[in-house]
């Protein structure tokens, strides 16, 4: 063994390196980081950067090639042409529809999870919430495709009360998107209402208040961060869909479908890069109004 | 027990409290006067917090019937019932301010906005915590939170007062404080407070009477003085304050009777003087000094008896230091008690309950 009182210094070349990181923690710090921060700059950062910048371009009419000159035409196309509007508030709808009906299933649904089920019980459902995440997009959205279709499950179950499913178009979207994204808003909620401890519910029952009120005053307002926190999810993820609505959406179009066809039928990168920064803004919007409320702390 | 001329405040009759295979509360029956300052005081899973959540309504017994100034409110919810909960951890709402904390009940009970306000100063004052309204409870400390806890119960004016171990996450400094201004807050308003512990020094320095829980019954309710001069059972004895327990020969050769017998420490003298003659009205017993532990102000002596068994004995140091009272180990010493000090333990109590060992404090 090495006499104790040996500088570290004059050891092999590990211990000069490890002596030598010791001494320097700015050097630690940037190798640690490098990497990562590589990434995140050139190809996050940078990708966004290069969508934004094409979005000012244009593209040859007869040739089809990319002018890379600084123009305003494509976002004055999309917002004076009605077709874009539509698209864009057909898509902002069905995501707050998808972020509504998601909140309003998931919350009683972790509520029960995190406050009234016993931890045996609670395992299998986190389990059972988690399981469908690991199957493929597409086999979900196919799934839904079946189910919708003229004579298919949803109409077979609801033929007896004579009504029939809604077939193909917006509402069987919202229904898919709904079912796609359920679990990111039941598992932030779930953790928020983890962390409520369970005896201010007893405080506010012993102060007089019934269930409802309790309900209001004291687990809403503790758990509306957590809401919030999913509700990102849910917003976002429905926002910049555009697969789900092509299976189950009918002739329906989104964001995404504009962006998708001007990259390949219509071959005009630069409108699908400006088309693209849309719900980018819109979600920048939406961050920075969430913000205020506390949820980013709950993510 | 109680007279039945006096207005109870809480009566228990025949409670029982169920959790799955685990019987929580086994058969209590206890009468709570009107403005008493009432203990129950037991080791951990004793039923003590069960009981008092019954009273408070977060359960519903399995068997018996909860009264409540004379109406029955077995089958209520909290919110139907006149009394409110410090909580052991306090339960603030965190959302809210200290003053939405207190104004809380009054809301609910949709009291005026000005006349919430000046009651709620007003109990804020009371535990003297003027001009922290606007603080959150993240920003205040352990001490601060249980007084909000305290001033948001005390604010609507309950018949009964419950308190779950409200001392408990103190620090001994700030406990001792407390235990005094709980005390005054509670002759000051005239409620009837209904607390929980498991410290027989709090049971004792604080309540009227006390109820000594085990194994989810009560085994004696009285007054602190007679639960620590006249243990009713050797699991009292041994909870309340330090077991020393006589019995089998030692009882017959000492006292002259059969049977178990409690004597507390501080009544009993030590004397180096073997043939000294024994008073009238005193027994005595010789033996040897097994251990002996200075405390500051008292010395405790642990006393193996000739006649078998061990006993303890808590001497003021009055005249003596530490360097004469530690000398003392080994020697052979003579111990006698007043006979009016020794009483007679109930002997119906499963065996495993009598601690004839010395405590773990000397051990």
Avoid: C
Wanted: net charge positive; no cysteine.
């Amino acid at each position: 063994m090495k006499s104790p009182d040996r500088p570290a210094g004059h050891g092999g070349p590990v211990r000069r390196l490890a002596g030598m990181l010791h001494r320097r923690p700015y050097l630690r710090l940037s190798l640690l980081l490098s990497a990562p921060l590589l990434w995140l700059v050139v190809a996050y950062l940078g990708a966004l950067a290069a969508l934004f910048v094409a979005a000012f371009w244009s593209t040859n009419v007869f040739t089809g090639d990319v002018v890379k000159e600084f123009t305003w035409q494509n976002f004055q196309d999309l917002v004076t042409l009605d077709v874009y509007r539509t698209v864009m508030l057909r898509s902002v709808l069905v995501a707050v529809l998808v972020t509504v009906i998601d909140g309003l299933i998931a919350f009683p649904m972790a509520f029960y999870m995190a406050k009234m089920a016993s931890p045996r019980t609670r395992r299998w459902l986190v389990i059972a919430i988690l399981t469908p995440l690991w199957a493929s997009y597409l086999v979900k959205a196919y799934a839904w495709r079946v189910m919708l279709a003229n004579d298919g499950l949803i109409d077979w179950a609801l033929g007896p009360f004579g009504a029939h499913g809604p077939g193909y178009g917006l509402p069987a979207t919202v229904m898919t998107l709904s079912y796609l994204w359920l679990p990111y808003m039941i598992l932030p909620i779930y953790a928020g209402l983890e962390r409520l401890p369970d005896n201010l519910m007893d405080a506010a029952g012993d102060l007089g208040a019934r269930t409802f009120r309790t309900f209001r005053t004291v687990v809403w307002p503790v758990a509306f961060p957590a809401v919030v926190a999913g509700s990102i999810f849910t917003f976002s993820l429905s926002l910049g869909d555009y697969i789900a609505v092509k299976i189950v959406g009918g002739k329906s179009q989104m964001i995404g479908n504009v962006v998708y066809d001007n990259i390949g039928v219509a071959n005009n990168l630069p409108f699908a890069a400006a088309v693209a920064t849309l719900p980018v803004a819109v979600m920048v919007v939406y961050l920075v109004a969430v913000r205020r409320t506390g949820a980013l702390e709950n993510l | 027990m109680s007279p039945p001329a006096q207005r109870l405040a809480v009566g228990l009759r025949g409670v029982r409290k169920i959790f799955g295979d685990v019987v929580a509360v086994d058969g209590v029956d206890l009468d709570i006067r009107d403005g008493e300052f009432f203990a129950m005081l037991g080791p951990s899973g004793s039923g003590k917090t069960t009981v008092l959540r019954l009273i408070a309504g977060f359960e519903s017994p399995t068997a018996g019937t909860i009264h409540l100034g004379g109406d029955e409110v077995s089958k209520r919810p909290p919110f139907e019932r006149d009394v409110n909960t410090v909580f052991q951890d306090y339960a603030l709402f965190p959302h809210m301010n200290v003053i939405a904390n207190v104004e809380y009940g009054l809301k609910v009970k949709r009291v005026s906005k000005a006349q919430r306000r000046e009651r709620a100063v007003e109990a804020l004052r009371t535990v003297r915590l003027e001009g922290f309204e606007a603080r959150k409870p993240g920003q205040l400390s352990g001490g601060q939170r249980q007084r909000v806890a305290l001033a948001r119960a005390l604010v609507n004016r309950p018949k009964v007062l419950l308190l779950d171990e409200p001392l408990g996450a103190l620090d001994q400094k700030l406990r001792e404080e407390m235990q005094v201004e709980l005390k005054a807050i509670q002759r000051q308003v005239g409620i009837t407070f209904l607390f929980v512990t498991h410290d027989q020094e709090e049971a004792l320095t604080m309540s009227d009477r006390v109820a000594v829980f085990n194994a989810g019954r009560i085994e004696q309710v009285g007054t602190p003085a007679e639960v620590y001069e006249r243990p009713a059972s050797a699991f009292v004895a041994g909870f309340v304050g330090t077991s020393n327990l006589i019995q089998g020969e030692a009882a017959e050769s000492v006292l002259g009777r059969t049977g178990i017998y409690s004597v507390r420490p501080e009544k009993i003298r030590v004397d180096t003087h073997l043939n000294a003659e024994v008073p009238v009205g005193e027994h005595a017993a010789a033996g040897t000094v097994a251990e002996v532990v200075y405390a500051g102000a008292a010395t405790r002596f642990v006393v193996d008896l000739d006649a078998g068994g061990r006993l303890i004995a808590l001497q003021q140091n009055l005249q003596t230091s530490s360097m004469d009272v530690l000398k003392l180990r080994d020697a052979r010493v003579r111990l006698a008690w007043r006979r009016e000090h020794e009483f007679a333990i109930r002997e119906d109590v499963p065996p495993g309950l009598v601690m004839d060992g010395p405590p773990t404090t000397v051990g």
